[in-house]
């Protein structure tokens, strides 16, 4: 004969495994995808981690296209300093060829046929030495220009890729609203 005792353990028993049970079976419903607050709050967490990811990227992105444009500016700048120094030179250039025109007409002294004496020029020869260092100035800063033409042309397209990007990721953050 069962005892009594043994009966109360087996019917506890029974109970505890069908309440055990029961729990899992409802845990198992509330993970499974036909559960829409479940399947919701998946939906969400997603969601968020894909803002940070996208903010994280944005922040990125938004700092080098900065930087970029820093350099753009820096670099315009010294280009139209360099073209403003160029046009002087050139200037002086045109200048310089006059004198030294003007001492390969004159006779030997230092007047120049309409009678004009050039301060700082004492001869034909130190008017062709101003003419060569002025040369060599202008073609120093020629050679910047074109180095200044070339950075700001890879800057330039540097710039414009990080803007397409972050158009990108634009477009990207307005289709998830």
Known sequence: MISPRTTVITVGTVIGLVAVIGAGASSQRATQ???????????????????????????????????AQDRL????????????????????????????????????????????????FASHTEA???????????????????ELVAGLSREQAQWNQLAAKLEVLERAVGGQR
Not at 54 to 60: D, E, G
């Open 33 to 67: 995808p036909s559960d829409p607050v479940a399947q919701e709050i998946r939906d969400l967490r997603f969601a968020m981690e894909r803002a940070s990811a996208v903010s994280v990227q944005v922040t990125l992105l938004s700092q080098r296209a900065n930087a």
């Open 128 to 146: 062709r030495a101003h003419w060569e260092g002025q040369r060599q100035l202008e073609q120093s800063l020629r050679q910047r220009e074109s």
């Open 73 to 120: 500016s820096s670099i315009s700048s010294e280009l139209a300093d360099v073209r403003s120094q160029l046009a002087r030179a050139s200037a002086e250039m045109i200048r310089y060829n006059a004198v030294i025109a003007d001492f390969e007409r004159a006779p030997a002294t230092m007047k120049a046929p309409n009678g004009v004496q050039y301060p700082g």
